[in-house]
């Protein structure tokens, strides 16, 4: 199959890519390194040196014989994302090439409107080239559980049947984000939608847990094919920078209570769940919603398996509970369907302490990269970025 990949260069990206290019199709990818500049802005890098783009796609081609395409620009620019899809004619196309950070898109102003103009634009370009171009390609548009928020009610995939004076319908499920981040994928869902009620496009939108650990099958073949590790307080997520605080011996940065429950999955299973839902296309004119987590945890339960698992490696962890930095439920009910990938094949890799522990030991081996300077938080969802006063 010919595979476009969307921000092909990032954390889930450039394992994708292999991942595909392994399996024998034809890999193009899309990048225009803004995950890059967004660190080197902030004075934070990736816990593991990652190479240039070009540098990878030869380090690939040396260890596997594949080839991978590379195309470099924005997806915002619809010119540009027209004509990369004219030139590589994907069979499907796979969108990671957004903004993914909640704590980034509250920042300020600017920041929440690159969020939203990087995110829902590109993706509206990305509408226009297919239903132009190749209408028949299935999109694989990576959503997020968090559209959904902490509703008191069980979370169905992505639609309800509800009764309503007396007549019956099944609509899309109600919305809540927790952020301005959270909130540009549910632009970008209904923007799909629409593509696929009024244009007859096919696509899937992945709503995805929030992703942990580093290690996949290409990635483990060389140190040149890495992928990027980050624990800061913007980009960094909860379990990532929860191993690294272990290992610094910093208390870990529980948000206040920590009884906010999400879905996670291992960054192995990212990769199942995209190659499962290439695999398997949703029709034309399907609008498919898959709920991508493996398993649900708290923070706080987060906190105690990353306490527990690094004092089996002699670190002496304790939990801390800051004053929470986002406006979100603390204790809520949480209880979402997530059945349709397992329903196509997914084998979750579950979270255990052994998993937590590989996760330290790599940190460990990068332990001269840490700069513990990033690590308490100082965005704050009431008034942005408080630069000298973290909050605690
Ligand atoms: P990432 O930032 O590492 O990857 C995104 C890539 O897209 C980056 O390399 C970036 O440079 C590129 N990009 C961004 N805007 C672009 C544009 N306008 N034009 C071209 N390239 C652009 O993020 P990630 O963690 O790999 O996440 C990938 C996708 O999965 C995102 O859409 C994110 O919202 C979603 N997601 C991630 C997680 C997670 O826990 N990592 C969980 C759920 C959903
Ligand atoms: N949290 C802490 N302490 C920390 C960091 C986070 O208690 O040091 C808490 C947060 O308050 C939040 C939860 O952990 O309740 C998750 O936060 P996160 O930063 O790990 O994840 P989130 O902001 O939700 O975003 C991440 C990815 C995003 C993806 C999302 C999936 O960055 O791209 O969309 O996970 S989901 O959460 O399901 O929407």
């Not at 509206?124 to 968090?146: C, I, Q």
Request: aromatic fraction near 8%.
């Amino acid at each position: 199959m010919r595979v476009l990949i969307l921000g092909g260069d990032g954390y889930l990206g450039w394992p994708t890519a292999m991942r595909f290019s392994a399996k024998g199709h034809e890999v193009s990818v899309v990048d225009n390194f803004s995950r890059r500049r967004w660190h080197e802005a902030q004075g934070t890098d990736s816990l593991t040196p990652i190479r240039p783009l070009e540098d990878r796609v030869a380090a690939w081609k040396k260890v596997s014989g594949m080839g991978i395409a590379h195309y470099v620009g924005d997806i915002e620019d619809g010119e540009f994302l027209e004509q990369t899809v004219i030139d590589t004619r994907p069979e499907a196309i796979v969108h990671y090439g957004e903004q993914p950070s909640a704590p980034y898109s509250m920042q300020s102003r600017e920041t929440a409107v690159e969020t939203q103009y990087t995110n829902v634009i590109g993706t509206l370009n990305l509408l226009f080239a297919m239903r132009d171009h190749v209408p028949d390609t299935h999109l694989v548009k990576l959503g997020t559980m968090g559209e959904y928020g902490t509703p008191n009610i069980d979370i169905e995939e992505g639609y309800i049947e509800i009764e309503h004076n007396g007549r019956r319908d099944t609509l899309p499920f109600p919305k809540l984000p927790g952020s301005l981040y959270h909130l540009s994928k549910v632009h970008d869902s209904h923007n799909i939608h629409f593509g696929c009620r009024v244009w007859g496009l096919r696509a899937t939108d992945l709503n995805q847990g929030v992703v942990y650990g580093i290690e996949t099958d290409e990635t483990a073949l060389d140190e040149r094919l890495c992928t990027r590790f980050d624990y800061d307080e913007v980009f960094g997520t909860v379990l990532n920078r929860f191993c690294v605080q272990a290992l610094i011996g910093r208390p870990l940065t529980v948000y206040g209570k920590g009884g906010q429950t999400r879905g996670f999955l291992n960054i192995r299973d990212t990769l199942q769940c995209v190659e499962l839902a290439v695999a398997n296309p949703a029709d034309r004119g399907e609008f498919r919603v898959f709920n991508q987590f493996t398993e649900q945890f708290s923070v706080s339960e987060l906190a105690e398996l990353v306490r527990e698992s690094a004092a089996e490696v002699g670190y002496e962890v304790h939990v801390e509970h800051l004053e929470n930095p986002r406006v979100e439920l603390e204790e809520h009910y949480y209880n979402a369907v997530h059945t349709k990938l397992l329903d196509l094949g997914l084998e979750p890799t579950l979270l255990g302490d052994e998993l937590v522990k590989s996760v330290i030991s790599m940190v460990e081996r990068h332990r001269d990269r840490i700069d513990a300077s990033h690590i308490e938080p100082h965005t704050t969802w009431k008034s942005g970025r408080e630069a000298e006063t973290p909050v605690s």
